[in-house]
């Protein structure tokens, strides 16, 4: 049984960082990409970043480039998305997805979700 369980959001200022964690607690599938989305306050969720094993392949949102950072540690089940230079723009909810496939920034091909952890970003 897959279970994604986020971690790490909180309330930071503009500018600061922070690193969101996505942990398979129940299994040990090695999942062959996971990433991370996100949905604001009356808006779509949408992609931020994507990790894909074995191809070692990341990908990012315009949004996310050059602040964001996604990997992945596979000893420890866990996926991380460390989030630098934030701004108001980014809070938003963050959710973890993971696919034993190739999916991309499309939602509904991702076989996985959690619950998402709340990230807010104040001015």
């Known amino acids: 049984q897959v279970q994604l369980m986020e971690s790490g959001g909180g309330s930071v200022q503009a500018g600061g960082s922070l690193r969101l964690s996505c942990k398979d607690t129940?299994?040990?599938?090695?999942?062959?990409?996971m990433g991370w989305f996100r949905q604001a306050p009356g808006k779509a969720r949408e992609g931020v970043a994507l990790i894909y094993d074995p191809l070692d392949m990341t990908l990012y949102s315009g949004a996310a480039k050059g602040r964001f950072t996604i990997s992945r540690d596979k000893a420890k089940n866990t996926m991380y998305l460390q989030m630098n230079s934030l701004s108001p723009e980014d809070t938003a909810m963050y959710y973890c997805?993971?696919?034993?496939?190739?999916?991309?920034?499309?939602?509904?091909?991702?076989?996985?979700w959690g619950q998402g952890t709340q990230v807010s970003v104040s001015s």
């Open positions: 997805a993971a696919s034993l496939r190739f999916p991309g920034w499309a939602q509904s091909p991702w076989e996985y």
């Open positions: 129940e299994s040990a599938s090695s999942f062959y990409s």
